[in-house]
């Protein structure tokens, strides 16, 4: 008889330790840090000096 009400009580109290799911995780996204950048950025300063040199020449 000891058995028996043992054997019911750990069964009762694994279902209720198991009732229901159990939460999805939280999983935060990472952070993605991009330098900007400009791709006429390289062209420009060639450009201005080049503007500079002709208008040296030109006087």
Same mark, same amino acid.
């Given at each position: 008889?000891?058995?028996? =009400? /043992?054997?019911?009580? %750990?069964? $009762?109290?694994?279902?209720?330790?198991?009732?229901?799911?159990?939460? +999805?995780?939280?999983?935060?996204?990472?952070?993605? =840090?991009?330098? $900007?950048?400009?791709?006429?950025?390289?062209? %420009? /300063?060639?450009?201005?000096?080049?503007?500079?040199? %002709?208008?040296? $020449?030109? +006087?």
């Amino acid at each position: 008889m000891k058995k028996l =009400v /043992l054997a019911a009580a %750990l069964t $009762a109290a694994a279902s209720t330790a198991f009732a229901g799911a159990p939460a +999805d995780p939280i999983i935060e996204a990472p952070v993605i =840090v991009e330098e $900007a950048t400009s791709s006429s950025a390289g062209i %420009l /300063l060639p450009l201005i000096l080049l503007a500079v040199v %002709l208008a040296a $020449a030109a +006087d």
